[in-house]
């Protein structure tokens, strides 16, 4: 299974970008997927995550900016950035996993490669 993360670029505060992740996992599959960030010299943390039925959980830092989406074919999985701040300044990882709507980086499978988000003051 091979994820594709891309959209990440230079943005400054309170600007937006849009992620997109594309995975060869089959489609119709039934498998949930997630945003992870790591900020440098930080650990990775949970960003968003979205179940195949199109359930969504958000950490508490980027509820009502951000927002995680799936197309109709649910191999591409987006999230929305909004109102971004210097803060949100990370790589930022897609990644699947078969547990449902978890925060736990260790029970995801398959991971992307990861886009630069970086966000001026």
């Known amino acids: 299974v091979q994820l594709q993360a891309s959209g990440g670029g230079l943005v400054q505060a309170g600007g937006s970008l849009r992620l997109s992740c594309a995975t060869s996992?089959?489609?119709?599959?039934?498998?949930?997927m997630g945003w992870f960030r790591q900020a440098p010299g930080k650990e990775r943390e949970f960003v968003a995550a979205?179940?195949?039925?199109?359930?969504?959980t958000y950490a508490d830092s980027v509820k009502g900016r951000f927002t995680i989406s799936r197309n109709g074919t649910q191999n591409t999985v987006y999230l929305q950035m909004s109102n971004l701040k210097p803060e949100d300044t990370a790589n930022y990882y897609c990644?699947?996993?078969?547990?449902?709507?978890?925060?736990?980086?260790?029970?995801?499978?398959?991971w992307g490669q990861g886009t630069l988000v970086t966000v001026s003051s």
């Open positions: 990644a699947t996993t078969n547990y449902f709507r978890t925060s736990d980086a260790s029970r995801y499978d398959y």
């Open positions: 979205i179940t195949y039925s199109g359930l969504t």
């Open positions: 996992r089959r489609t119709g599959s039934r498998y949930n």
